[in-house]
């Protein structure tokens, strides 16, 4: 596709239980980093990979949040023994390699724990 | 810690020229990037300071003065559609993002 996609779009579901968020990332982006966006809140980083390498998840609010891009394509973004407090826009974005290329976002998971 | 600041709102009239300014308390960023979003939609990129001084893309300009710890957005002959979120941010050299708490920009006609 031409964007960044993300899916599903809308997700709710009751606590405790496990989420798994996709991104699709632009064809041919190295670089995907997950975000997490409250509302009225700027875009709050969680995590990035390159190629398939996690290269840095100092973000991750605990070891409850996880993430892979096995093929340096799709990644997944999976929370487990979901809390209300996890309930957010959670976002993905994707560059081509280099801290200058800007980031394109995909439109976004709205994650609702109940 | 990283803290970048930002005012919550601004409000301007069509055609006129706005000004966002952005502080920040952090080091070791290679630059400042600009992003729009519009009502929840997905942030959109709007322009990236490596250097001091001053860039330029179309009614856009942003600005970064490291000595200061300060940059700004301006926009020039606001239309309408400019009414919107403006977040700075800095970039770290993987390309990592840390965002402001965004600015609302409310143009009226």
């Known amino acids: 596709g031409a964007g960044v996609s993300q899916s599903p779009r809308y997700k709710v579901t009751k606590r405790g239980q496990d989420v798994a968020l996709r991104c699709d990332p632009i064809s041919g982006h190295v670089s995907l980093y997950w975000y997490r966006q409250a509302l009225g809140q700027g875009p709050e980083f969680l995590t990035y990979f390159n190629y398939e390498a996690q290269q840095d998840k100092s973000g991750l609010p605990n070891d409850r949040f996880s993430a892979e891009r096995p093929e340096g394509s799709i990644s997944t973004l999976t929370i487990q023994r979901t809390e209300q407090r996890d309930s957010a826009m959670y976002r993905c974005a994707s560059s081509l390699q280099g801290s200058s290329q800007p980031q394109h976002f995909g439109d976004g998971t709205r994650l609702s724990i109940l | 810690g990283q803290s970048l600041e930002q005012p919550s709102e601004v409000t301007a009239v069509e055609g006129a020229i706005v000004q966002i300014n952005c502080t920040y308390q952090?080091?070791?960023?290679?630059?400042l990037s600009w992003y729009q979003q519009h009502d929840g939609g997905a942030p959109t990129f709007l322009s990236y300071?490596?250097?001091?001084g001053l860039e330029e893309t179309g009614r856009f300009s942003s600005f970064l003065s490291r000595s200061d710890s300060y940059g700004y957005l301006l926009l020039q002959e606001l239309q309408m559609k400019d009414s919107a979120s403006y977040f700075c941010?800095?970039?770290?050299?993987?390309?990592?993002?840390?965002f402001g708490q965004g600015t609302t920009l409310q143009v009226k006609p």
């Open positions: 941010a800095v970039v770290y050299s993987t390309g990592k993002l840390i």
């Open positions: 952090t080091s070791g960023f290679y630059g």
């Open positions: 300071n490596a250097l001091d």
